[in-house]
Antibody, heavy 119, light 111 residues
Framework: QVQLVQSGAEVKKPGASVKVSCKAS????????ISWVRQAPGQGLEWMGW????????NYAQKLQGRVTMTTDTSTSTAYMELRSLRSDDTAVYYC????????????WGQGTLVTVSS | QSALTQPASVSGSPGQSITISCTGT?????????VSWYQQHPGKAPKLMIY???NRPSGVPDRFSGSKSGNTASLTISGLQAEDEADYYC???????????FGGGTKLTVL
């Protein structure tokens, strides 16, 4: 079965960087892209971007351009999301997700990684 | 401010039907049949309930249905059950440089 397992919670100071991992299993990693979605405490979902696990092509949300980098390691079936110059409003649960087969819906989600930005 | 507009809350009694709306523009909801709906219980990851406007993933009860008219998509839940109480989010592909946008979410209360 498809599983996405994310790395553990992080606490960072403002201005620092964080890198969250998402290890995939149960399918051919390079056949699907990985999306990243975040959710600030008590707030809604925010799409951050997408990376093709096949060729590494990326598309980032406009508001995060320049601060976010998404990568993959096909040898370990792992996707990564790095966010730099962290601010307090980056405090959120970060999710990785994969599409439901070839649809546009995100049918498989990681368990989420809480990133807390605090001085 | 979210790109897609949803009501903050809806409520219904067990057995009743409710509809949650999701209003966008011709650049997102109205322009593409790539609207999804997600259910999220507290502390849990979102769950895909509807994709591409009206399709249900395997395992999602047929009490959940989706539709679209113009720039507004809708999620209807019939035969409400207690376990349907959750937050619901719509999303859509968008022609802007940000490929995907979410609604602000709707809290469903089953009375």
């Amino acid at each position: 079965q498809v599983q996405l397992v994310q790395s553990g919670a992080e606490v960072k100071k403002p201005g620092a960087s964080v890198k969250v991992s998402c290890k995939a299993s149960g399918y051919t990693f390079t056949s699907y892209g990985i999306s990243w979605v975040r959710q600030a405490p008590g707030q809604g979902l925010e799409w951050m971007g997408w990376i093709s696990a096949y060729n590494g092509n990326t598309n980032y949300a406009q508001k995060l351009q320049g601060r976010v980098t998404m990568t993959t390691d096909t040898s370990t079936s792992t996707a990564y999301m790095e966010l730099r110059s962290l601010r307090s409003d980056d405090t959120a649960v970060y999710y990785c997700a994969r599409s439901y087969y070839d649809s546009s819906g995100l049918g498989y989600w990681g368990q989420g990684t809480l990133v807390t930005v605090s001085s | 401010q979210s790109a897609l507009t949803q009501p903050a809350s809806v409520s219904g009694s067990p057995g009743q039907s409710i509809t949650i709306s999701c209003t966008g523009t011709s650049s997102d909801v109205g322009g593409y049949n790539y609207v999804s709906w997600y259910q999220q219980h507290p502390g849990k990851a979102p769950k895909l309930m509807i994709y591409e406007v009206s399709n249900r993933p395997s395992g999602v009860p047929d009490r959940f249905s989706g539709s679209k008219s113009g720039n507004t998509a809708s999620l209807t839940i019939s035969g409400l059950q207690a376990e349907d109480e959750a937050d619901y989010y719509c999303s859509s592909y968008t022609s802007s440089s940000t490929l995907e946008v979410f609604g602000g979410g709707t809290k469903l209360t089953v009375l």
